[in-house]
């Protein structure tokens, strides 16, 4: 987003630095990515490192302000290590996406199965980001039923 925003801003047009960025640089086939790579990732000048908390004080802080920990898109977050999963309800996860634009249909039905199963709440997202995410679409999902899920939500009292 900064390399974005930098280089859309007309103040920089002539900066030394964004030269390999604009159309004819070195750098010009993906600006936004390649500044990234050059200036955010390890080891180079704008690098941040991240000091995660654990799962279990990530539950604690969502549920100490009101909210549901659910786990986005399994499917993808645990890279087809699903036995994880059971042992993320036992720190205390309430819920899982199982309908995501990420999963193939098997494993949208895995997971609504095994939220059905540990009977913990369910969801749906398509993971839509606009611009950044160009080929998914909004509402596309797998989800089969919608109203099932608009009536869990507001079992929960989310909605």
């Not at 000091?51 to 009101?66: C, D, S, V």
Request: hydrophobic share 30%; glycine share 8%; aromatic share 14%.
């Amino acid at each position: 987003m900064f390399g974005e925003a930098l280089l859309n801003d007309s103040r920089y047009t002539d900066h030394e630095l964004l030269k390999p960025y604009r159309e004819g640089g070195a750098r010009s086939d993906n600006p936004y990515v390649n500044f990234y790579w050059d200036y955010y990732a390890q080891g180079k000048p704008c690098y941040t490192e991240i000091h995660f908390p654990t799962l279990e004080k990530t539950i604690a802080l969502i549920q100490q302000h009101g909210g549901v920990a659910v786990l986005a898109h399994p499917g993808n977050n645990l890279k087809g290590k699903y036995e994880l999963f059971d042992e993320m309800v036992a720190l205390g996860l309430q819920g899982v996406e199982c309908f995501s634009s990420y999963h193939v249909p098997e494993t949208n039905e895995y997971f609504y199965n095994k939220a059905k199963e540990l009977k913990l709440l369910y969801t749906c997202g398509s993971d839509f980001h606009g611009k950044t995410k160009p080929a998914i679409h909004l509402g596309k999902n797998g989800c089969q039923d919608p109203q099932e899920i608009e009536k869990l939500l507001k079992d929960y009292h989310l909605i």
